[in-house]
């Protein structure tokens, strides 16, 4: 187990130094022109035209394509978009979030708890079995209706969790099971799995990631105690999947939920391919890729290094699960 990264990619993300966030949105672009001034006003424009013209024509403007994303959406004030989410390059590669229905692009930043509770994955009563508590939220303001609204989703964690090829087959640390409790209840969850918008998520997660991902964040400490762990799920991501799950967007749920959760239960490092065509282990950034050698490129992070060439240019199979192989027994 190494320490966490700092590396923008990494999706594991401690919160503890960041203090509070207040999502915020980009001011009304407000204009105020008077009469006499419009005639002035439409000769700017065409000179600015011109220049633009002039400029593409000629390459002059060559790497703005890095320039700073807030001079490229007048369309900040809408609640949702068709069009690129923000980061959103306009061609395909590694690590794209692919084409697909419209996502909220930003919520309220707060949460609300969907679902029902009660639901119980893995066995609490095998003795020596950590038992975490858990409640599923969506972010206020998430138009939910694409993927079947907020209940929906709290059934695909429960269920994720419940299925044996899931962490619940683990035995190395004496079993885990999961609880999904209410939100009323009198306790605190040790973690909070939440839907968010792309946004929100960004905001939270790190704005330095240059496409869309999850991740997890704890205020607790760094030995793997979920504490008061939030599991950020992107709904960029929980409607549009990953280009390495090739449409597969169940099976790319549930990795997503897998691999965020298993930051939350302790597994703090990310894993590389083992081998050429082999499962890609839980965490390995499938998000982003399937291979050794891109997420290398991707400075995803030192994980993914490897000294022989074979393992470096090593591409997994796409897989959902911590334990392939279904249950272990327990
Ligand atoms: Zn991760």
């Excluded at 692009?105 to 707060?110: I, L, V």
Aim: with cysteine.
């Amino acid at each position: 187990m190494t320490g966490r990264s700092t590396d923008p990619f990494d999706d594991y993300t401690d919160l503890r130094d960041r203090g509070p966030v207040a999502p915020g949105r980009p001011p009304l672009p407000v204009i105020y022109r008077r009469r006499r001034w419009a005639a002035v006003g439409v000769l700017v424009i065409v000179a600015i035209t011109l220049m633009v013209l002039v400029r593409a024509l000629t390459g002059a403007d060559a790497g703005s394509d890095d320039a700073a994303p807030a001079a490229d959406n007048g369309s900040a004030t809408t609640a949702s978009s068709e069009g690129p989410l923000p980061g959103e390059p306009t061609t395909s590669s590694v690590g794209d979030l692919p084409a697909g229905a419209t996502v909220t692009e930003q919520g309220k930043g707060t949460w609300q708890g969907v679902g029902s509770t009660g639901a119980v994955a893995g066995d609490p009563d095998v003795a020596g079995t950590r038992t975490v508590s858990y409640v599923v939220e969506v972010e206020q303001g998430l138009d939910t209706s694409s993927f079947g609204g907020g209940d929906a989703f709290a059934a695909m964690v429960d269920a994720t969790l419940a299925d044996p090829r899931s962490w619940i087959s683990g035995v190395d640390d004496g079993g885990i099971a999961f609880r999904h409790v209410s939100v009323s209840d009198d306790v605190t969850p040790d973690l909070r799995v939440r839907l968010t918008s792309p946004v929100t998520t960004r905001q939270l997660c790190g704005g330095e990631i240059e496409t869309e991902t999850s991740c997890f964040l704890s205020s607790g400490d760094t030995s793997g105690s979920a504490g008061d762990g939030w599991v950020l799920i992107n709904a960029a991501r929980w409607v549009r999947g990953a280009l390495t799950f090739a449409g597969d967007i169940g099976s790319y749920r549930q990795y997503v939920l897998n691999h965020e959760i298993g930051h939350g239960i302790g597994y703090a490092s990310h894993q590389p391919c083992p081998s050429d065509g082999g499962l890609a282990p839980i965490m390995m950034q499938q998000t982003l890729s399937l291979t050794n050698r891109d997420l290398v490129d991707l400075d995803a992070g030192a994980e993914y290094a490897a000294d022989d060439a074979d393992t470096l240019a090593a591409t997994c199979r796409a897989n959902p699960w911590p334990h392939p192989q279904g249950g272990t027994g327990r």
